[in-house]
């Protein structure tokens, strides 16, 4: 199985000053962090691509358009099954006090979870108030699937990835805690960001080398590297595929570093008005969303 391939690099999905139309394309700037460019209101240029993010024959044009509005890179209606990892890496596992797994932990997120650059991360007013709640932030490598993938070997894993994105796994303690299953404490509605971007599995052929970074309110919060997860990259997909098919437009979040807010003295938990971004290196960049509480008005200092 031959890996995929891509006529673009990085992807992004927008509305277009042009055409007021939703677009992807690639950024003309290679260079550029899209997520700080876009909270900089400076202007992004991408040349058009002709065909839907999952399709991997698409074709990158000559036609350049200005970025209006950044959106996630894929739509609510091209996510597949979001697929999320708990407890993968050794020191959030340390941080946490709670056992290394022998096997990858996973849980589900809807589609109505996911949202994209600089929207609202929103607190639903049932999960208020945010002292009881503890909702918390979670940087984590994001892999998106291009082909169908079943009983995949380890060897073969990686052929099946079309890109690479960021996300926040935004987590909700207090009921996560309480019970064995997380899929309810990380699926609200509107509390997941992915992005900036995609970067395409060919421009990043080792997924385990990568920085990733939290920060809060422009407070460093969590830096690790992908090289410290428990079970890589290869080795989820893998796992994940067996017995199972991985379809095209699936999501996996593949966990966080140590850092999260809960287990700090004292602890940290997200409110009205604070800003969350995450960054990841390889050319994935930067995702900063505001914190809001539903009910309540909020003002957001950017920090970047």
Known sequence: MSPIRTQWTRLIRFVATETAQVHIGEPVDSKL?????????KTIKAYEILG??????????????????????????QLGIVRCLGLNYSDHAAETKMAKPKYPILFYKPPT????????????????PVEKHIPDYEVELTVVIGK???????????????????GNDISFRYHQLAVSQWGFSKGYDDVTPIGPCLVAAHALPDPQTLPLKCTVNGQ????????????????????LSSGTTLLPGSVIMTGTPKGVGFVRKPAI??????????????????LSNPVIEEGKSAIVKSKL
Request: charged content about 20%; glycine content about 8%.
């Open 113 to 128: 979870s996911m949202i994209g650059p600089e929207a609202p991360i929103a607190i639903p007013k049932a999960l208020q």
């Open 33 to 41: 962090d899209i997520g700080i460019a876009y909270r900089q209101k």
């Open 269 to 286: 938990h997200l409110k009205n008005g604070d800003d969350v971004s995450v960054w990841i290196g390889g050319g994935i960049g930067t």
């Open 148 to 166: 169908a993938a079943k009983n995949v070997s380890e060897a073969d894993a990686l052929n099946y990835v079309l890109a690479y994105t960021a």
């Open 220 to 239: 460093t919060l969590q830096d690790g590297n992908t090289s410290d997860q428990l079970f890589n990259v290869r080795q989820t997909i893998a796992h």
């Open 52 to 77: 839907t993010a999952l399709d991997a024959s698409a074709e990158v044009t000559n036609r350049v358009l200005t970025v209006k509005e950044l959106l996630a890179p894929l739509s609510r209606e």
